[in-house]
């Protein structure tokens, strides 16, 4: 087709409805998963819903996303608690960004899978709560593969040394690793990145065999066919879906 029977605007996915732009995701999502030789099944798909309103949610549910992910912990139990009281049942929620370790608390709840806990401090906090809770909270560590002063989460080495104190912790069930991508760069700059956090993941899987070691949490909208392609089973996809934010 030549370029003059393309839609001149912006951004052409604005016109289409929300289950339409969760489709296109979802088959981008398994044409990446092909072309790298994985099964799509492999791959969770989680609509990072962040300042969007709780009908969206609702939408995406009716059109079968279950999967949802919220980066303050305020926003997530008040959705959470929408969710129970509108009767949308069956979603699972992922707490994706920074938690202040004061605020541990907050984070034991209903919550499918909390991605990003960066410190050694906020982990055994996490447990502590847990456990007193009669819970165990499953997570993921955070980890600043590209070495960003701006970035949360444990170094490499950081994760390495820690992780015989990480396992033994009673409240925590780890299951990977996590990382953000430097923002707004070409996807193809993040490959690395990806690629480095997999290889983390391997060499953890041979020296802790004891643990649970399924999760790979990386690539956002920008860059998530790459993420899947070096071995993503979860993608955080937030603006692709939903459509720009305004803020957060
Ligand atoms: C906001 C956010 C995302 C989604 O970002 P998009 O670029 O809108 O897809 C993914 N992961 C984290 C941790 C986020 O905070």
Redesign the pocket.
């Known amino acids: 087709m030549s370029e003059q029977f393309l839609p001149q605007t912006q951004d052409p996915d604005d016109e289409l409805s929300l289950a339409a732009r969760l489709a296109l995701v979802q088959a981008r999502v398994a044409q990446a998963a092909q072309r790298a030789g994985r099964d799509p099944a492999e791959v969770t798909l989680v609509a990072?819903s962040?300042t969007k309103p709780f009908g969206m949610i609702a939408e995406l549910a009716a059109a079968g996303q279950m999967d949802f992910?919220e980066?303050r912990l305020e926003e997530l139990w008040e959705k959470v608690e929408l969710t129970e009281s509108q009767g949308v049942a069956g979603l699972r929620w992922h707490l994706?960004?920074t938690i202040q370790s004061r605020k541990s608390k907050l984070a034991v709840g209903p919550f499918a899978l909390i991605?990003?806990v960066d410190t050694h401090k906020l982990a055994e906090r996490l447990s502590r709560d847990a456990a007193a809770a009669g819970q165990t909270v499953t997570a993921l560590l955070e980890v600043n593969v590209s070495g960003e002063e701006s970035k949360h989460g444990f170094t490499p080495d950081e994760v390495l040394a820690d992780l015989p104190a990480l396992l033994a912790m009673p409240g925590l069930h780890l299951q990977g690793l996590m990382t953000?991508a430097p923002l707004e760069s070409a996807a193809e700059s993040a490959r690395p990145i990806f690629r480095r956090l997999r290889l983390l993941l391997e060499e953890i899987r041979q020296r802790f065999p004891q643990g649970d070691w399924r999760h790979l949490s990386m690539g956002?909208?920008?860059d998530f066919e790459v993420a899947i392609e070096e071995g993503a089973t979860i993608v955080?996809?937030?603006?692709?879906i939903f459509g720009k934010?305004e803020m957060?």
């Open positions: 990072v962040k992910g980066n994706i960004g991605h990003s953000m956002m909208t920008n955080r996809v937030g603006t692709a934010r957060g």
